[in-house]
C-alpha cells in the first residue's frame, strides 16, 4: 500500500520553500502518494493543479494563519486517510496543531531556515519558547543545514533526538551559452547573483560592492531577481552613474542556466540563510563562490576548497577576495572544479529525495 504523504505550505509563490515542494513532487517514488495544501500563489499553485503526482490540493490562506481554514483542513486529511503531515516553514509550521485531532498522524516540521535575526530579545524568547512548545506536537522536525540544527539545539529550541538534518538538493543546471549574452559580456569578468532584493539578502552591501569595483572596467555584475529593493537600487544606479549592474529581474531554470554560463564568480551577500537554494545552483553548474561566512551558505561555499568566504560586515574582505580570484585564473578554474565536486557530493536531488523517503519509512514503522 502507497505511503500518503502532504506537505503543508503557507506560501506557493517564489521562494526556497516552494521550490523544494516542486522538486520533492516530481522526483519522489511511486510508493508515495503525494497531497498538498498551500495558498493560490502563482507560479506554484497553478503548475501544482495540473500535476498528476498531487492526489489532492488543499487552499490555505497567503503566509497567515486561519482557524476555519485549520478546521476544514483536519478533515482533508482524515479524509484522505495522510499519514506523514510535513508543514514547510514557519507560516505552516503553526498548523502542527492538528496533532491534537489526529494523534496517530505523524507530523514533521521544516525550518527553511532559523530567521530570528529581525527579531528583539524580547520576541526571541517568544519565539524560543513557541517553537519549544511546538514539539509536543512534531514527531520529527528537518534541519536543511548542519548549522541550523546546531542553532536550533543551542538556543534550546529542540533536542538532537527530535532533529534530522537532510541537505536541500536540486537537478544540476547546464552550462548552455546564447550567442546574444556571450556577445554582450565578451570581455568582461562577470560576476553574478540570484537574490530577493530585501533586508536578509542584504543587496546594499552588494550595491557598495559594485561602487567600489567600478574603477575596474571589465569586471561587470548581474543582478537576478527582483524584491522591494530592486527599483532603490536601479534608482540609485542611475542617480549615482553606477552602470557595471545590469538589473535583470525574475528568470526562470533555463535562463538562470544561460546567465550563469557567461558567469566567472558568484557573489553572495546574505546576511543569514538556511540552506539557500541559489548558492547550490551555483555550485552544480560550477561557479566559484564568494560568500558571506553565515549558516548555509559556509555549507555549499567551502573556504578555499570552491570559494572564499568573509565576514558579513566585512566589505573590503569581499573585495579583496573577489580581486584574489581576478587576478588568479588557475585558482578560479579550480574553484570551478571543486564546486562540481562539493555538488555532487552533497546536493542532489536523488541524495535529497532518498533521505525524506528513508525518513517518511521510518517514522511510519
Avoid at 71 to 96: P, T, W
Avoid at 140 to 159: A, F, M, P, R, T
Amino acid at each position: 500500500m502507497k505511503k500518503r504523504v502532504i506537505h503543508v505550505t503557507s506560501r506557493a509563490d517564489y521562494g526556497g520553500a516552494p521550490n523544494y515542494i516542486n522538486t520533492m513532487i516530481n522526483n519522489m517514488s511511486e510508493d508515495f502518494d503525494i497531497y498538498l495544501a498551500c495558498p493560490k500563489d502563482e507560479p506554484y499553485y497553478n503548475i501544482w493543479s495540473n500535476n498528476k503526482r498531487v492526489k489532492g490540493l488543499f487552499i490555505l490562506p497567503h503566509r497567515e494563519f486561519s482557524f476555519k481554514h485549520f478546521i476544514n483542513l483536519v478533515k482533508f486529511v482524515k479524509k484522505n486517510k495522510i499519514q506523514v503531515f510535513q508543514a514547510n516553514g514557519k507560516g505552516a509550521g503553526s498548523y502542527r496543531f492538528i496533532k491534537l485531532f489526529n494523534w496517530k498522524l505523524k507530523v514533521l516540521y521544516a525550518y527553511r531556515g532559523f530567521h530570528i535575526h529581525k527579531y528583539s530579545n524580547i520576541q526571541r524568547k517568544f519565539y524560543f519558547a513557541y517553537e519549544r512548545f511546538m514539539t509536543l506536537f512534531t514527531d520529527k522536525v528537518i534541519n536543511v543545514s548542519k548549522g541550523e540544527q546546531e542553532q536550533c539545539i543551542d538556543k534550546g529550541v529542540l533536542k538532537k533526538t527530535l532533529s534530522c538534518q537532510i541537505y536541500n538538493g536540486i537537478n544540476p543546471l547546464k552550462k548552455k551559452e546564447v550567442e546574444e549574452l556571450s556577445n554582450r559580456y565578451k570581455g568582461k569578468f562577470v560576476i553574478s547573483t540570484l537574490s530577493r532584493f530585501d533586508i536578509q539578502k542584504n543587496m546594499i552591501l552588494m550595491y557598495k560592492i559594485a561602487q567600489e569595483l567600478r574603477d575596474y572596467k571589465d569586471i561587470h555584475f548581474i543582478w537576478i531577481g527582483d524584491g522591494d529593493d530592486k527599483p532603490i537600487l536601479e534608482q540609485k544606479a542611475v542617480d549615482e552613474d553606477l552602470n557595471n549592474i545590469d538589473f535583470v529581474g525574475f528568470k526562470n531554470h533555463k535562463e538562470i542556466a544561460e546567465f550563469f554560463s557567461v558567469t566567472d564568480l558568484y557573489l553572495t551577500t546574505a546576511r543569514w540563510e538556511g540552506l539557500p537554494f541559489a548558492l547550490v545552483e551555483a555550485a552544480s553548474i560550477g561557479l566559484p563562490i564568494v560568500a558571506s561566512d553565515v549558516v548555509g551558505n559556509n555549507e555549499v561555499c567551502l573556504d578555499e576548497i570552491n570559494g572564499l568566504l568573509y565576514p558579513i560586515k566585512d566589505v573590503s574582505k569581499a573585495i579583496e577576495h573577489i580581486l584574489s580570484l581576478y587576478e588568479n585564473r588557475l585558482k578560479l578554474k579550480q574553484f570551478s572544479n571543486k564546486s562540481i565536486d562539493v555538488f555532487n557530493t552533497y546536493f542532489t536531488v536523488e541524495q535529497m529525495v532518498q533521505n525524506h523517503e528513508n525518513l517518511y519509512s521510518q517514522i511510519l514503522l
